[in-house]
T-cell receptor, first 114, second 113 residues
Framework: EPEVTQTPSHQVTQMGQEVILRCVPI?????FYWYRQILGQKVEFLVS????????KSEIFDDQFSVERPDGSNFTLKIRSTKLEDSAMYFC????????????FGEGSWLTVV | GNSVTQMEGPVTLSEEAFLTINCTYT??????LFWYVQYPGEGLQLLLK?????DKGSNKGFEATYRKETTSFHLEKGSVQVSDSAVYFC????????????FGKGTTLSVSS
């Protein structure tokens, strides 16, 4: 079964450093997403990406964050100048359409900011 | 705004027990409703869904019925197995409000033999 893969599975970074989380969506999918889950809290939507541009973003997704699809297979989330409160599990997801019916999630990247 | 509330865990059951995990939602319009499951060490997987009132989603022995009158989508299973141990997330997609799934906090289920 096709799957979304994410790297790294766990990253520890110093406060103020930049982090790039990587994702390889399912190959024939057109919509790409990032979600995050702070420990003990809800899974929160960050951003969706379609046709090489951001199609929707939450208020969490401020200038500290950016996404990119640098080639035909990868989808990255960059977090600049990390803060302690950025520590969370970050989930990448992809889908063929935007109905929510076919969203596939990766296993997550656990980011710890110290 | 749109939101999902699900029961606090952990839920601890013996094998073959009946499971209910409560989920209620607040949304404008007519959202689609989902249950996702996360097994240890894996990503979120769609378990079942319902797209309109009175629809019943079902998969792997799990069921949930979209109840508009009570704004609920409770997850049930008649006889749980040890392999059902996982974290269960209720979610909604507000169909008139973009592509963002709105999740509950998740409920951890632990089933012992």
């Amino acid at each position: 079964e096709p799957e979304v893969t994410q790297t790294p599975s766990h990253q520890v970074t110093q406060m103020g450093q930049e982090v790039i989380l990587r994702c390889v969506p399912i190959s024939n999918h057109l919509y790409f997403y990032w979600y995050r889950q702070i420990l003990g809290q809800k899974v929160e939507f960050l951003v969706s990406f379609y046709n090489n541009e951001i199609s929707e973003k939450s208020e969490i997704f401020d200038d500290q964050f950016s996404v990119e699809r640098p080639d035909g297979s990868n989808f990255t989330l960059k977090i600049r100048s990390t803060k302690l409160e950025d520590s969370a599990m970050y989930f990448c997801a992809s889908s063929r359409d935007d109905t929510g019916n076919t969203i596939y999630f990766g296993e997550g990247s656990w980011l710890t900011v110290v | 705004g749109n939101s999902v509330t699900q029961m606090e865990g952990p839920v601890t059951l013996s094998e073959e027990a009946f499971l209910t995990i409560n989920c209620t939602y607040t949304a404008t319009g007519y959202p689609s409703l989902f249950w996702y499951v996360q097994y240890p060490g894996e990503g979120l997987q769609l378990l079942l869904k319902a797209t309109k009132a009175d629809d019943k989603g079902s998969n792997k022995g799990f069921e949930a019925t979209y109840r508009k009158e009570t704004t609920s989508f409770h997850l049930e299973k008649g006889s749980v197995q040890v392999s059902d141990s996982a974290v269960y997330f209720c979610a909604l997609l507000a169909n008139q409000a973009g592509t963002a799934l709105i999740f509950g906090k998740g409920t951890t289920l632990s089933v012992s033999s």
